[in-house]
C-alpha cells in the first residue's frame, strides 16, 4: 500500500467536533520526526526542576498520591495544555471512548467543548434530549447534577452525561444575556441520530438537512435526493443542504457529500501537517470516501444534482466536516454559502494508542479547502450573509483557550468580533421577560418544528437559500464571492491585518 493510500485511510476516522473519532494505529508510525536536530539537547535543567516538585509532593503533599496518579496527571497537563482538542486518556477512559464510537449509547445529544476552565456547547444534536429541553449552541454547563465541571476535561464531563438510557440528570446551563442560570432537567437516552432528512419545499426545489456526519450519511443523502425527485415527479430545479448547527463526524462522510455536487476527481480536503508539511489530498472519488467493501453509496445518484442551483446553510453551529463540505463546494464554485460565518474547526485528530492500554489524541494536522485556505480559528465565511435574529450569541473555535492560530495569518475570528447593538439586546431581554413560560414553551417547540419541517415564512436564511436557486442569474453572480478574497496577512511588524 502506498504512503499516500495509507495517509487517505489513516485520516478517515480523525475528523469529530471536540469528541474525536478513534483510530487504531501503532505508536511506531508516529516515531520521532526526521528533520528533528541530531544533537537537540534534552531540557536537563527541567527534568531536574519536575523531579524536584515530585520530590516536594511525595514527602510534603497532606496525604500520599500513588505514583501512577501523579504521573497519569502529569501527562495529562502535557497534553492538554496543546490545544483544546489534544488529550491524554487512561485506560478506562480509552476503552469508554472507543465504546462511544460504536454508534449507540445512552446520554443528552450535544457536542461540547471547554473554554475558561468550563464545558461549552458546540452545537445540540437533532432530535435529542438536550435540543429538546432548549439547550443551544454557546451556553456554559456550569454544573452536572451538583458537580462543578470547573476543570473538567472534555471526556471527563461526557463521562458524567452519559448514562443507562431512562436515567434523570441535571444541567446548570450560563447563557449569554441570561440574567440568572439556566437549569435544565433531562432524561438520558439512546443517541441514534437520524443524519438526513429531506423535504420538497415547492415543486422542482428540494431541501436535504445534514445533521451529523455519520457512517450511513452519504448514502442516506443519495436516498433522500432520490426521495425528492420521486415527489417531485421530476427532475429538480435547484438544491439547499442544510449544514447548520451540524458539528462534524466523520471525514468520509463529509467527502462522500461534496461528491454528490461536484464533478468526479476534483479535490476535496488536504491536510498539511508540522512545518505546513503536505499531508493526504481526498478527491470527489469513491476510494475516497467508502470505508468498507461495497457498491459505491453515490450509485444512481440524480445526474441533476451536480448541476442544478444549489446552496449551502451554514452558521456558528456548523463545525469540522460540515465545513470541509461548505469549503469545497464554495471554492468550486458550486453552491452559494448563506448565513452566518462557521465555527473554525479545522485541525485533524489522531487517536494513538500507548503501551498499557492509554492512548493520546493528538492534533496531527491541519485541514485546508480545494483553494488552500485554511479553515482554522475563522472558519467558512458566507458568500451571502443573512443573520439569525434569534441567535444573539455565537461560539466559536477561536473562543476556546488554547486555540491553534489561522496559519495564513489574520485575525481569529471568535465572539468579541460581533457587532451587538445594546438597544436590541435590551428589548430583546424586555420582550423575553413578558414571555409566560407557555408562550416560551410553545415557541420552543414551533423552532424545534420548523427545524424538523423547513418553513421557508419564519426562516429568513433558508428564504434567501431558495430565492437565489429560483433566480438563476443571482445565483451565479454569488457564487465564490467570500472565497474571491484574499487570505487576510498579518503585517509582521505591528501584527495589523493587511487587507482591508
Same mark, same amino acid.
Not at 188 to 201: E, F, G, N, Q, W
Not at 316 to 343: M, N, P, W, Y
Not at 474 to 500: F, T
Given at each position: ?234 427532475? =429538480?430545479? &435547484?438544491?439547499?443542504?442544510? /449544514?447548520?448547527?451540524? %458539528?462534524?463526524?466523520? @471525514?468520509?462522510? $463529509?467527502?462522500?457529500? *461534496? !461528491? ?37 453509496? =453515490?450509485? &444512481?445518484?440524480?445526474?441533476? /444534482?451536480?448541476?442544478? %442551483?444549489?446552496?449551502? @446553510?451554514?452558521? $456558528?453551529?456548523?463545525? *469540522? !466536516? ?115 413560560k407557555k408562550g416560551k414553551d410553545k415557541e420552543k417547540d414551533e423552532d424545534i418544528s420548523s427545524r424538523r419541517i423547513p418553513n421557508p415564512a419564519k426562516d429568513d436564511q433558508l428564504r434567501k437559500a431558495l430565492d437565489l436557486v429560483k433566480n438563476p442569474a443571482e445565483w451565479q453572480k454569488s457564487l465564490g464571492l467570500a472565497a474571491k478574497k484574499p487570505a487576510p496577512k498579518k503585517d509582521k511588524k505591528d501584527g495589523k491585518d493587511e487587507s482591508k
Amino acid at each position: 500500500m502506498s504512503t499516500k493510500s495509507t495517509l487517505k485511510k489513516v485520516a478517515i476516522y480523525t475528523l469529530g467536533a471536540f469528541s474525536g473519532i478513534a483510530l487504531s494505529l501503532s505508536v511506531q508510525s508516529f516515531a520521532a520526526e526526521k528533520d528533528k536536530k541530531d544533537n537537540e539537547a534534552l531540557p536537563v535543567q527541567t527534568i531536574r526542576t519536575m523531579a524536584e516538585v515530585y520530590g516536594q509532593i511525595k514527602a510534603n503533599y497532606y496525604r500520599d498520591k500513588p505514583d501512577a496518579e501523579l504521573f497519569e496527571g502529569a501527562m495529562k497537563g502535557m497534553v492538554s495544555d496543546l490545544d483544546p482538542h489534544s488529550e491524554y486518556m487512561d485506560k478506562k477512559g480509552y476503552a469508554e471512548m472507543k465504546e462511544s464510537t460504536s454508534g449507540e449509547f445512552g446520554g443528552l445529544g450535544m457536542e461540547i467543548g471547554q473554554e475558561d476552565g468550563f464545558v461549552k456547547v458546540v452545537a445540540p444534536i437533532e432530535d435529542t434530549p438536550a435540543e429538546r429541553a432548549g439547550v443551544k449552541s454557546g451556553d456554559f454547563i456550569v454544573k452536572i447534577d451538583n458537580t462543578s465541571t470547573r476543570g473538567l476535561t472534555v471526556s471527563e464531563a461526557v463521562k458524567k452525561m452519559r448514562g443507562k438510557p431512562g436515567t434523570k440528570i441535571t444541567l446548570t446551563l450560563s447563557r449569554k444575556n441570561a440574567d440568572k442560570p439556566i437549569v435544565v432537567n433531562l432524561t438520558r437516552a439512546i443517541i441514534k441520530v437520524k443524519s438526513v432528512r429531506h423535504h420538497l419545499l415547492e415543486k422542482d426545489y428540494g431541501y436535504i438537512r445534514v445533521s451529523q456526519f455519520q457512517e450511513r450519511t452519504v448514502a442516506a443523502l443519495n436516498e433522500a435526493a432520490q426521495a425528492l425527485v420521486k415527489e417531485n415527479k421530476g427532475l =429538480l430545479k &435547484g438544491i439547499i443542504l442544510d /449544514l447548520r448547527d451540524d %458539528p462534524g463526524g466523520l @471525514l468520509n462522510g $463529509a467527502v462522500g457529500v *461534496s !461528491a454528490a455536487f461536484l464533478q468526479p476527481d476534483v479535490t476535496v480536503v488536504s491536510t498539511k501537517g508540522r512545518n505546513k508539511k503536505e499531508g493526504m489530498v481526498l478527491k470527489a472519488t469513491a476510494e475516497d470516501y467508502i470505508t468498507t467493501s461495497g457498491k459505491d453509496p =453515490l450509485a &444512481g445518484l440524480p445526474a441533476e /444534482l451536480k448541476t442544478i %442551483p444549489m446552496t449551502v @446553510l451554514i452558521n $456558528a453551529g456548523s463545525a *469540522s !466536516a460540515s465545513e470541509i463540505v461548505a469549503g469545497a463546494l464554495q471554492d468550486h464554485k458550486r453552491a452559494v454559502v448563506v448565513g452566518t460565518q462557521s465555527f473554525g474547526k479545522g485541525s485533524v485528530q489522531t487517536l494513538i494508542p500507548l503501551s498499557g492500554g492509554s492512548a493520546v489524541k493528538l492534533t496531527t494536522a491541519l485541514y485546508y479547502t480545494p483553494n488552500d485556505r485554511s479553515i482554522q480559528a475563522q472558519g467558512i465565511v458566507p458568500d451571502v450573509e443573512v443573520k439569525d435574529k434569534d441567535r444573539a450569541f455565537e461560539s466559536r473555535e477561536a473562543d476556546l483557550a488554547g486555540h491553534i492560530g489561522n496559519p495564513l495569518g489574520g485575525e481569529d475570528v471568535n465572539s468579541s468580533n460581533e457587532i451587538s447593538t445594546p438597544d436590541s439586546n435590551e428589548a430583546a431581554k424586555a420582550d423575553e421577560n413578558a414571555k409566560s413560560k407557555k408562550g416560551k414553551d410553545k415557541e420552543k417547540d414551533e423552532d424545534i418544528s420548523s427545524r424538523r419541517i423547513p418553513n421557508p415564512a419564519k426562516d429568513d436564511q433558508l428564504r434567501k437559500a431558495l430565492d437565489l436557486v429560483k433566480n438563476p442569474a443571482e445565483w451565479q453572480k454569488s457564487l465564490g464571492l467570500a472565497a474571491k478574497k484574499p487570505a487576510p496577512k498579518k503585517d509582521k511588524k505591528d501584527g495589523k491585518d493587511e487587507s482591508k
